[in-house]
């Protein structure tokens, strides 16, 4: 399958994308309204929820915005080259989990996205009302999954 066929396939069978798609399957972030399916052989995450689907499209807008000086970009227009993009990702919602959750602070893994959501919205009443001061050092601190070549470097 050629690469546009597959997009246009991929496009028709997942109406509502998971926009925290490369978290989830990057297997360090869970959502229950998540679901996932194989097409050829990769695969997509959908969204069960669209009001769900709407909280996660602002809260990673929110999450690049902020993290943008921080990135050492001026301006997020979209999406994100990969590495900085799961840093934006995995490292928010990490974020977020041990700003809302606090016993779960030291997990490497995110339990579940839209609960997140839910009790930011509960507590601070509107998304953008979160502290993303400290969100964003959890952003910065964030290491993605190392090259081969960098993890085999002998240390000093």
């Known amino acids: 399958m050629d690469e546009d066929n ?5 496009r028709s069978y997942n109406q509502r994308r998971c926009v925290f798609e490369k978290a989830i399957n990057a297997r360090r972030c869970r959502c229950e309204l998540s679901k ?3 097409l050829a052989d990769r695969e997509g995450v ?33 999406p994100l080259p990969h590495a900085k993009e799961m840093k ?5 919602m990490l ?8 016993g779960l602070a030291g ?29 964003v050092q959890t952003i910065v601190s964030f290491k993605g999954r190392q090259r081969k070549r960098d993890r085999d470097k002998p240390r000093r």
């Not at 969204?47 to 997020?76: H, P, W």
């Not at 934006?88 to 928010?92: L, R, T």
Request: net charge negative.
């Open 88 to 92: 934006v990702q995995v490292g928010g």
């Open 36 to 38: 996932r399916f194989n």
């Open 107 to 135: 997990n490497e893994d995110v339990h579940n996205i839209d609960g997140l959501n839910r009790l930011a919205l509960e507590k601070y009443g509107r998304l953008e009302n979160l502290p993303f001061t400290e969100i």
């Open 95 to 102: 974020g977020m989990q041990k700003l809302l959750q606090p």
């Open 46 to 78: 959908t969204c069960l929820d669209d009001t769900g689907n709407q909280y996660c499209k602002e809260i990673l807008g929110l999450l690049r915005q902020n993290a943008s000086f921080a990135l050492q970009m001026t301006k997020v227009p979209g």
């Open 6 to 10: 597959y997009k246009d396939a991929y």
